[in-house]
């Protein structure tokens, strides 16, 4: 149950990382300036990632390995796009935008499992 939690919050700075970084690298990708609907975007996001994506991973896992993993960038970008179609914190306006955020989001996760080993036992 602790490393539940510890994911989950690890995952919710992550993803604040990540569309903190967006916002500021890419200029077409717009945040709201309200907190609580930003906060509320993030819980989502971080709760499908902890709940959701582990069971589409299992699901998908044959044709993950028949796409070579290209298929995770998909459901990376579905649970995205489930979270802001929920709240409506990012302004998307087409699919290389959400590329682009699913992208860095997981580039930083990528690396803060390198440095803290989040998924390991």
């Known amino acids: 149950m602790f490393n539940l939690i510890k994911k989950f919050i690890a995952l ?4 604040w990382v990540g569309v ?3 916002q500021r690298i890419f200029p077409e990708i717009v945040v709201t300036s309200n907190i609580k609907t930003l906060f509320t975007f993030l819980v989502v996001l971080s709760g499908l990632m902890v709940i959701v994506k582990p069971i589409l991973d299992i699901v998908l896992k044959p044709f993950v390995i028949l796409t070579l993993g290209i298929l995770n960038i998909v459901v990376n970008m579905g649970i995205v796009m489930v979270a802001n179609n929920y709240t409506q914190a990012i302004v998307i306006n087409n699919n290389f935008t959400l590329f682009k955020v699913t992208f860095i989001i997981g580039v930083i996760g990528f690396l803060v499992n390198l440095v803290i080993g989040l998924n390991s036992n």
């Open 12 to 15: 919710l700075l992550i993803n």
């Open 20 to 22: 903190y970084v967006c």
